[in-house]
């Protein structure tokens, strides 16, 4: 219970400013900002109230204030979602007030390299905006270093701070700068790795692993040739008729059901979806990775999307709802694979093949499975199959087609 409310609070913190319109790269940007910002500001209250203790109320004001401005400007933040202003006074402050600490307290050595909180807004920068302005942070933080070395000789030097006091705060500010550096490479990391891993899982929803691995690593995939895939072509029956009587969202609802128990059956026989044309599907065994049981595996694949059809089909029946039957065509040829375009690119497959598995489909019967001469030779001593002889396929003259009954 205690983890779960701890887990709401870092996300409702990390949301401050946030929109439903910010990309991946801003929204990440935003919480890490954020995020930062709270260990900012205590480092603030707690700079200033030691240093109030220890008798020196000007320096104990700087820290303090910066805890004031930072409060007020994320406040100013959630309530505009402006982040270019709640970035830039963010990156101002850090930049500035630890320099004007470090005035205050007499310089370098007494400010006990209090500056170092500056070094923050320049790596700040590289996080939370366009790599090209970082620059111009560090070149500020330089100047900076710059101006403290030309006016030190002119500094007031603190009267209460003792040896033993300048040396605690150098620790502080040794542990404190490096602890919170490090948390917002860890945080950035950690956010980077999420996004990344969430395009990956998106780039093999399109492409298969082994093309996707191909991709990544050489910037393309070069096309292969297969000399035997099998190839699965679905049709629904009276797609159009059926279609009709439906309306948008019920006809897409009822075709996403379908497909999304297709791509799950076909995941467990070690079968590549290439695409889905309309109401047709198409997906093929024994690709990228070449294997033998490519026939086998399409063919008892397409028996278990049979059997849910069936069932899909009955059960929609007993509620009163439209669905479909489907014809499924099987034929195994050689292929050429590859990725096609450049942008919105997908993996496809080219061939006679291909055009022959088609006329499977078109050429069988809603609820059977219809395949090839060819296919049927690879399985012959697998399922039971029934000859259907030679039937005319159009564009293919006549070819031998069997129906699919069961294993044997």
């Excluded at 990956?200 to 070069?222: H, Q, S, V, W």
């Excluded at 497909?259 to 059956?265: E, G, Q, R, S, Y």
Aim: with cysteine.
């Amino acid at each position: 219970m205690e983890n779960h409310f701890i887990k709401r609070l870092f996300s409702s913190i990390s949301g401050i400013g946030s929109s439903p319109d910010d990309s991946d790269e801003i929204r990440l940007q935003k919480s890490l900002l954020v995020i930062c910002a709270f260990p900012f500001m205590f480092a603030g209250m707690s700079w200033g109230i030691m240093y109030a203790l220890f008798g020196e109320p000007l320096a104990a004001v700087i820290p303090l204030s910066y805890s004031v401005f930072s409060i007020l400007s994320m406040i100013y933040f959630g309530w505009t979602h402006k982040f270019n202003i709640f970035r830039f006074s963010q990156l101002l402050l850090i930049l500035l007030l630890p320099f004007a600490l470090m005035w205050s307290l007499g310089g370098f050595i007494n400010g006990s390299a209090v500056i170092l909180w500056s070094l923050i807004c320049p790596l700040g920068a590289l996080l939370f905006e366009k790599k090209n302005n970082a620059p111009r942070w560090l070149l500020a933080y330089i100047c900076l270093v710059a101006i403290s070395v030309i006016i030190q000789p002119w500094l007031p030097i603190p009267h209460h701070l003792t040896a033993q006091q300048i040396q605690l705060f150098f620790v502080i500010n040794l542990i404190g700068v490096g602890s919170i550096i490090f948390l917002m490479v860890y945080y950035f990391v950690g956010k980077k790795n999420y996004f990344q891993a969430q395009s990956e899982k998106l780039l093999l929803n399109i492409l298969p692993l082994e093309i996707a691995k191909e991709l990544k690593t050489y910037g393309r995939a070069e096309a292969k040739h297969f000399e035997e895939v099998t190839i699965m072509f679905t049709d629904f029956k009276n797609f159009t008729q059926i279609a009709e009587k439906l309306t948008p969202a019920a006809l897409v609802a009822e075709i996403d059901t379908l497909f999304k128990a297709f791509d799950n059956i076909i995941s467990q026989h070690q079968i590549e979806k290439i695409k889905t044309i309309g109401d047709a599907y198409m997906c093929a065994g024994g690709l990228p990775v070449p294997n033998t049981t490519h026939a086998q595996d399409v063919i008892e694949a397409a028996l278990d999307i049979q059997k849910y059809m069936q069932l899909h089909f009955q059960n929609s029946q007993k509620k009163g709802l439209e669905t479909f039957e489907i014809r499924i065509g099987i034929h195994t040829g050689p292929v050429v694979a590859g990725i096609v375009g450049d942008k919105k690119f997908a993996y496809d497959i080219w061939g006679d093949a291909v055009n022959v598995a088609s006329r499977m489909e078109s050429s069988g019967e809603a609820g059977k499975i219809n395949i090839s001469g060819s296919t049927y030779e690879r399985v012959k001593n697998i399922f039971s199959c029934t000859y259907r002889g030679k039937i005319e396929a159009k564009n293919k003259g006549e070819i031998d087609m069997y129906f699919v009954s069961a294993l044997t």
